[in-house]
């Protein structure tokens, strides 16, 4: 027999929708260089999430970083009291990422199921860009 804090638990994942109540949507970048490259995530309204490092400038960036493109990670984001959890997945592999979340800042612990690396990373929402499709 289950007890009920696991099926509560089970029933909870089962049923949790991606995306969130709103206001997270936008692209966020970086606040370090990672070499000479920059890390975005990019979050929607209905729940998907987009990551990719790029040397690009948050402008150039957001001409091209859509959900059309190909070869960017990509996945479906959670948000539940102030915490996020994702998985992105691009041609390369998986990578996982969970943190915490506002209406302008993401902190990000980074796992790579390529690679194994991992790094705690600091993003800012990029407020003066006009939303891509």
Do not use: C
Not at 52 to 71: A, C, E, I, L
Not at 97 to 115: A, D, E, P, V, W
């Amino acid at each position: 027999m289950v007890g009920p804090i696991v099926a509560l638990i089970v029933l909870g994942l089962v049923l949790r929708q991606p995306g969130s109540l709103g206001g997270y949507e936008g692209l966020y970048i970086s606040t370090q260089l990672e070499g000479d490259s920059w890390n975005y995530i990019k979050l929607y309204r209905d729940g998907t999430v987009m990551a990719v490092t790029t040397s690009g400038n948050p402008k150039q960036v957001n001409t091209w970083f859509n959900k059309s493109h190909p070869s960017v990670s990509k996945g479906l984001y959670y948000v539940q009291n102030g915490t996020i959890q994702f998985s992105a997945t691009s041609p390369a592999g998986t990578v996982d990422y969970r943190g915490k979340i506002n209406k302008t800042h993401l902190q990000l612990h980074i796992h790579s199921r390529i690679n194994g690396y991992e790094n705690d990373v600091e993003y800012k929402l990029i407020e003066s860009l006009p939303p891509t499709p």
